[in-house]
């Protein structure tokens, strides 16, 4: 009996083959086109990319600074925002990207500073942001600072780990921000303000000697896609977050008919719909509906962790590592989102990695892909997640990307206020430092 339905399921999948092949001539070209066509797509992509010329530019920050992140809002908005429809010429042949900047707070022997990365040709825009809104500031371009550690795994002068990290919520569900911190209301009393940003500023002005903690922010204007599961169809971060409070609302609705027959209900119709929604679910939703308010950034998080073996032990970079996981705890809100660690460079136990080949390839992509701001558009073979026996020997690990507003944006980047006393936090006199004459206009 067990014999014949072996060989029964035998013919059938042996059929089954014959007609795949029978009709290879419909279905082999569509794949084959396809797979041409995104190979090329990727090919002129990377070309344009491989043309662009970037600035690092640092930021030093006034002493005095008075205004809170809603001016980082504005900067954000009016310099970094060109978000743009691209035609089939500029997409499939230019091989033209959306631009994307990449916010850096670097610590480094417990000195602070703060970066921004952009293509050249947005460099004086951004400029001219900053001196709109922070006039005292001094903003200069300067030599990239991941280039001065001189890594290549294995290694015997540097300790090097690195993560990332992404939202564990929906994208449209808010982080905690700096209104929720009451950072929005203009106080007199400069020390009563809480800013969410000041714990990693003191955590970084605490560096010792030989440590460095680099954190990165690559954003661009949100051109994230997603599937409707009611259109069926690719569409945009807005709408996604509302067919997700749609999906929140399903289990609270109802459909009644009209009690007095051939009446109709507010909605022309003799059905009429009913929610009840319980407070916490409200509350979520109304969050939401602030958050779509505001412009929408891809985001992609990064976090790099490295120190120098003659100054700092294996032991003391294990503490320093595990401090750098918690950086972003401030910003997670309970009954909202939170930020979470993926793709570390480490493994939990040692079976699995037991060449120790892998751990060395991901800390040497990690680090590389720090140097090169790289979320949106990796090389073709980090493009798709593979299957967990071929990870063992070749990590993929493709990089994660959120959607957040402009205004979670600039809670996690922004220039503090006097509240952030850390000594090696490098600032300027406000009577030093002039808007230059000469800026584009």
């Known amino acids: 009996m067990f014999t014949s ?29 396809y797979t041409a066509f995104q190979l090329w797509h990727h090919f002129v992509s990377e070309r344009f ?14 002493r005095d600074v008075e205004k809170g992140p809603m001016a980082m809002e504005l900067i954000f908005t009016n310099a970094m925002y060109h978000a743009s429809q691209k035609g089939l010429w500029e997409v499939w042949f230019v091989g033209a990207v959306h631009f994307w900047y990449s916010l850096e707070i670097v610590g480094i022997d417990g000195v602070v500073k703060f970066y921004i990365r952009s293509p050249s ?76 940003l000041t714990p990693t500023i003191e955590y970084l002005g605490a560096l010792k000697r030989g440590e460095q903690v680099w954190i990165q922010h690559v954003v661009r204007p949100s051109s994230k896609s997603y599937h409707s599961h009611t259109t069926h169809k690719h569409i945009g971060w807005v709408e996604e977050a509302n067919e997700h409070m749609s999906r929140l609302m399903a289990p609270y609705t109802q459909q009644f008919r009209s009690t007095v027959a051939g009446q109709e209900n507010k909605t022309g119709s003799d059905f009429g ?42 032991d003391q970079f294990k503490n320093l590592r595990m ?18 660690r993926v793709n570390s460079t480490q493994f939990g136990a040692p079976y699995a990695d037991p060449t120790g080949l892998v751990l060395h390839k991901l800390q040497n992509r990690m680090l590389n892909w720090y140097r090169l701001r790289i979320f949106y558009h990796p090389p073709l073979w980090y493009s798709i997640n593979y299957p967990m026996l071929i990870e063992k020997f070749f990590p993929s690990r493709r990089p994660n990307i959120n959607v957040v507003n402009v205004q979670e944006l600039a809670t996690l980047f922004h220039f503090p206020g006097q509240v952030s006393q850390a000594p090696s936090f490098k600032r300027i006199e406000s009577k030093v430092a002039k808007p230059p004459s000469n800026l584009p206009i």
Not at 6 to 27: R, Y
Not at 49 to 62: A, T, Y
Request: proline share 5%.
């Open 121 to 196: 040709r947005i460099r004086d825009v951004i400029e001219t942001q900053i001196y709109a809104q922070y006039p005292q500031a001094k903003v200069r371009d300067a030599e990239d600072y991941s280039m001065r550690v001189n890594f290549k795994a294995p290694d015997d002068d540097w300790h090097v780990w690195g993560t990332e990290f992404m939202l564990s919520e929906h994208d449209s569900i808010p982080l905690r921000t700096y209104v929720d911190y009451g950072l929005d209301k203009p106080t007199d009393k400069e020390q009563l303000k809480i800013d969410p």
């Open 49 to 62: 990319i491989l043309g662009m010329q970037w600035s690092l530019l640092e930021i030093e920050v006034p």
């Open 273 to 314: 719909v009913q929610i009840r929604l319980p407070d916490n679910v409200s509350a979520r939703i109304k969050k939401i509906q602030e958050k779509i308010q505001k412009q929408g950034f891809d985001i992609g998080i990064r976090v790099m962790v490295v120190a120098e073996k003659k100054y700092v032990s294996l």
């Open 5 to 33: 339905i072996i060989a029964i399921l035998g013919a059938i999948i042996s059929f089954l083959f014959f007609l795949i092949g029978k009709v290879a001539f419909i279905w082999a070209p569509i794949i084959l086109m």
């Open 323 to 340: 401090s750098s996981r918690i950086l972003f705890r401030q910003f997670n809100n309970p009954d909202g989102n939170s930020i979470v």
